[in-house]
């Protein structure tokens, strides 16, 4: 890549003077080279040191493919066409294999929506966790599955010793949890991203799983990539919050700011939807964009009350309005 | 929301119990039946909306089924519009299977993919044939639900979750029902689509006077949707009563555990100390009588082993606790509110 490329900077990084992450005009595509789909149109993105920043969206948002494209991941067939993922002084776009390999599950780990899924069943989960701290530390086996025993004794395992030998199938949605989020956290890594961790989980299981994210998270000084459907869980976690619907990002700030003074007018519908009025149904018109049917315009003009002939000529760009808070949006 | 209450409920269960088997030669000798459905009774007034709300395991989706007579019961009587359904055979309930419809979860599943969503609508619809020709009713129907007739031609595949959700409660209108049975009607759609299906739900009802079950987990649709609500955990009811006074003022400790988990911003040690829900669920064992909460509970006692009979504490509002019973859990913000005589005023 060239140096302009890697130069280029995120409108974002001026939240802190040297953001973790750092994603700029992130392009994600996939189809015909010559009539390319794109699934991620314009992504910006900034995590400071040690912050929590939560990702909210809905289907078909990106903010999967968002964690896909940082992890270096992308499925077969889809490519980034353009921009720039700066992670700790590195661009992870350019960076060879063999090294985001190294990152994979040691400097950036990641808790995924399926726990039990996402480990090995034919291992006890004890060893599978100790496998990835010896890849990534080169520790000895003991020192290693000392390590594994201690953390799943601190993420509120009952007898770790013993559960340590146990098969993923013998943990429930929640314990299952506490074991992939033990994995990610094994190598202290300087980022976790965790995509919709609790999603599935009954909500007395939720409120334990998330503490248990909250405190490791806390301990260990990470910082948190949290993506989620959910804004009650993303407002209960996170101290920035990233709003983003058919592959752009609308709206980024403060969780304080953005949650209770949203600037998009999609934000203040979600927001509306998830706590309506007393006696009330809430909801957005519309339908939500499919992949590669979006114009030139706000990819929300369509389902937006105040959109103008502005709104769907031109996807506007993001402005800071209020302190560290940006969006998307031509009004105001 | 209405108030009005007929005299005769148009679907009633009592004492309705299923149990589900071990299956196998080694899984019976080492597990013990489990009762999904452990005694329950339930009545529902035309025209209104009840939830039934629980957590996996609670038996909500077992009890749906059984109303809607995927799975026989075991025990108990399910009367619908004064007939015993338990009793018919097949043939005699074929003309009841019209009036009870179901939506499922899962649009995408619950349609054929090699068929148009027309094809399936129709399939159904002359189930309970009229003489309105086929093709405008169902145009009509698609109307009714806010789709253009051109999704008549559509595959499921070429649909989004919220339209195949329309679809679906195209399909269960199309033979007339009073009552619809929805599992999670909501659960699989994305946040700004589930008030339009919400609403269109509240629309259709006002129109036809249908009677809804909605079983949910989301406390949310309960709250905009739901005249009652009914708190399942394991198999029993342990609260149940207008929705005001459920989320107002819950009394079960479940309950209370249950709204404080998904409130998760309102979260401070005392609370967590008095209203938390711990650990995860827990299969009764055989001999236990008690209260199944037991072990997850922050209030549990020695009494808490006996058996406890759902306790009316106003009028329509019960709960299945000793301590709600004898007004020591009052106000959801005071857990412990038995020194305001206030408070065990009203109970009495």
């Known amino acids: 890549m060239s140096a302009a490329q890697t130069q280029s900077r995120s409108v974002l990084a001026g939240i802190a003077d040297d953001p973790l992450l750092e994603i700029s005009g992130l392009v994600v595509e996939t189809g015909p080279a010559r009539r390319p789909i794109e699934l991620l149109r314009s992504i910006e993105l900034a995590i400071p040191k040690g912050a929590r920043v939560g990702v909210v969206g809905e289907s078909g948002s990106g903010k999967s493919m968002t964690a896909s494209a940082i992890l270096g991941v992308l499925p077969n067939g889809v490519r980034a066409r353009a921009g720039t993922i700066r992670f700790d002084g590195r661009d992870l776009m350019t960076l060879p294999e063999r090294e985001m390999r190294r990152i994979r599950g040691g400097e950036i780990?990641?808790?995924?929506?399926?726990?039990?899924?996402?480990?090995?069943?034919?291992m006890t989960v004890g060893a599978q966790i100790a496998k990835v701290c010896r890849?990534?530390?080169?520790?000895?086996?003991?020192?290693?599955?000392?390590?594994?025993?201690?953390?799943?004794?601190?993420?509120?395992?009952?007898?770790?010793?013993?559960?340590?030998?146990?098969?993923?199938?013998?943990?429930?949605?929640?314990?299952?949890?506490?074991?992939?989020?033990?994995m990610a956290l094994i190598c202290s890594p300087q980022l976790v991203i965790a995509d919709e961790p609790t999603t599935g989980l009954d909500a007395t299981i939720q409120a334990q799983v998330l503490e248990v994210i909250d405190g490791s998270v806390k301990a260990s000084g990470a910082a948190l990539l949290l993506i989620s459907h959910d804004l009650a869980v993303i407002r209960a976690m996170c101290d920035i919050v990233a709003v983003v619907y058919a592959g752009s990002l609308l709206e980024y700030g403060p969780a304080?700011?953005?949650?209770?003074?949203?600037?998009?007018?999609?934000?203040?519908?979600?927001?509306?939807?998830?706590?309506?009025?007393?006696?009330?149904?809430?909801?957005?018109?519309?339908?939500?964009?499919?992949?590669?049917?979006?114009?030139?315009?706000?990819?929300?003009?369509?389902?937006?009350?105040?959109?103008?002939?502005?709104?769907?000529?031109?996807?506007?760009?993001?402005?800071?309005?209020?302190?560290?808070h940006w969006v998307s949006c031509h009004h105001e | 929301m209405s108030s009005r209450v007929d005299e005769r409920p148009l679907l009633e269960l009592r004492g309705v119990r299923k149990t589900f088997a071990p299956r196998g030669r080694r899984a019976r000798r080492t597990a013990s039946a489990v009762a999904a459905v452990d005694g329950i009774d339930l009545a529902l007034q035309a025209g209104t909306t009840t939830a039934l709300v629980g957590e996996s395991g609670s038996g909500k989706s077992t009890l749906a089924r059984l109303i809607v007579r995927l799975h026989d019961a075991d025990e108990g009587t399910i009367t619908f519009d004064g007939q015993e359904i338990q009793a018919l055979d097949e043939k005699a309930f074929r003309?009841?299977?019209?009036?009870?419809?179901?939506?499922?979860?899962n649009p995408l599943t619950s349609f054929d993919p090699s068929q148009t969503i027309g094809a399936s609508i129709l399939e159904t619809m002359r189930l309970a044939p009229d003489d309105e020709p086929e093709q405008e009713r169902l145009g009509r129907l698609l109307s009714e639900v806010g789709l253009s007739p051109r999704f008549a031609g559509l595959r499921p595949?070429?649909?989004?979750?919220?339209?195949?959700?329309?679809?679906?409660?195209?399909?269960?209108?199309?033979?007339?029902?009073?009552?619809?049975?929805?599992?999670?009607?909501?659960?699989?759609?994305?946040?700004?689509?589930?008030?339009?299906?919400?609403?269109?739900?509240?629309?259709?009802?006002r129109r036809h006077r249908l009677t809804y079950l909605l079983v949910t987990h989301d406390l949310r649709a309960v709250r905009?949707?739901?005249?009652?609500?009914?708190?399942?955990?394991?198999?029993q009811v342990v609260e149940e009563g207008p929705t005001e006074a459920v989320f107002g003022d819950p009394r079960h400790p479940y309950t209370r555990g249950l709204l404080y988990a998904y409130d998760l911003s309102g979260r401070d040690e005392e609370r967590d100390r008095d209203v938390r829900i711990r650990g995860s669920l827990r299969t009764p064992r055989p001999g236990d009588v008690g209260c199944r909460l037991v072990g997850r509970c922050p209030l549990s006692a020695d009494r808490c082993g006996e058996p406890q009979a759902l306790a009316e504490l106003a009028p329509g509002h019960r709960a299945r606790c000793w301590r709600a019973a004898e007004g020591q859990i009052a106000g959801d913000r005071q857990p412990h509110a038995t020194t305001d005589p206030t408070d065990l005023g009203e109970l009495t």
Not at chain 2, 95 to 105: G, T
Not at chain 2, 163 to 175: D, K, N
Request: glycine share 8%; charged share 25%; with cysteine.
């Open chain 1, 109 to 122: 780990s990641l808790v995924s929506q399926n726990a039990v899924a996402s480990l090995n069943p034919l």
């Open chain 1, 135 to 182: 890849e990534h530390t080169g520790v000895s086996k003991q020192e290693a599955w000392t390590r594994t025993v201690e953390l799943l004794d601190a993420l509120g395992i009952p007898e770790p010793d013993v559960r340590a030998r146990s098969y993923p199938h013998h943990f429930s949605g929640g314990m299952a949890q506490r074991v992939a989020i033990a």
């Open chain 1, 256 to 324: 304080d700011e953005v949650l209770n003074r949203p600037l998009s007018p999609y934000t203040q519908g979600l927001i509306r939807c998830m706590d309506p009025p007393e006696g009330e149904i809430a909801f957005i018109p519309g339908r939500i964009p499919e992949p590669g049917t979006l114009g030139a315009g706000c990819p929300f003009a369509e389902r937006c009350d105040r959109a103008t002939d502005a709104c769907r000529a031109q996807q506007p760009a993001l402005r800071q309005l209020r302190p560290d």
């Open chain 2, 95 to 105: 003309p009841l299977r019209r009036r009870v419809q179901m939506v499922f979860q």
């Open chain 2, 157 to 205: 595949r070429e649909m989004s979750g919220g339209e195949l959700q329309r679809a679906g409660i195209a399909r269960a209108l199309s033979v007339r029902p009073d009552l619809v049975v929805m599992d999670e009607p909501t659960s699989a759609l994305d946040m700004s689509i589930q008030g339009q299906v919400l609403e269109l739900l509240a629309d259709l009802q």
């Open chain 2, 224 to 235: 905009m949707m739901a005249d009652r609500v009914v708190v399942m955990y394991l198999g």
